[in-house]
């Protein structure tokens, strides 16, 4: 029922900013959660950044005061910003989303690479 689809990775050096996009064919209104994840080989999805409908967030303490999750509900958009971007930042990053209407279910992006080198 939603797709979702990044864009905004790429390769940036340490300490360089990125700015990451998830479209959602959904209206954000009816969704109550979106958030970034982040995926690096061989290792766990884990959470990066969540954000409610309401606007509160929460983010996993190495992204705390670096990186920012916010959206745009009149393009149905959500982004992340990336700062002081450090090498074990290098992932595969998924926007995911929760509808109100089906909170059993989450949806997930076919992700963006991030890479931190320099």
């Known amino acids: 029922q939603v797709q979702l689809v990044e864009s905004g990775g790429g390769l940036v050096q340490p300490g360089g900013s990125l700015r990451l996009s998830c479209a959602a064919s959904a209206r954000i209104f009816s969704i109550s959660v979106m958030g970034w994840y982040r995926q690096a080989p061989g290792k766990e999805r884990d959470m990066v950044a969540v954000?409610?409908?309401?606007?509160?967030?929460n983010y996993a303490n190495s992204a705390k005061g670096r990186f920012t999750i916010s959206r745009d509900n009149a393009k149905n958009t959500v982004y992340l910003e990336m700062n002081s971007l450090k090498p074990e930042d290098t992932a595969v990053y998924y926007c995911s989303a929760v509808l109100a209407e089906a909170p059993m279910r989450t949806y997930w992006g076919q992700g963006t690479q991030v890479t931190v080198s320099s």
């Open positions: 954000i409610s409908t309401r606007n509160t967030t």
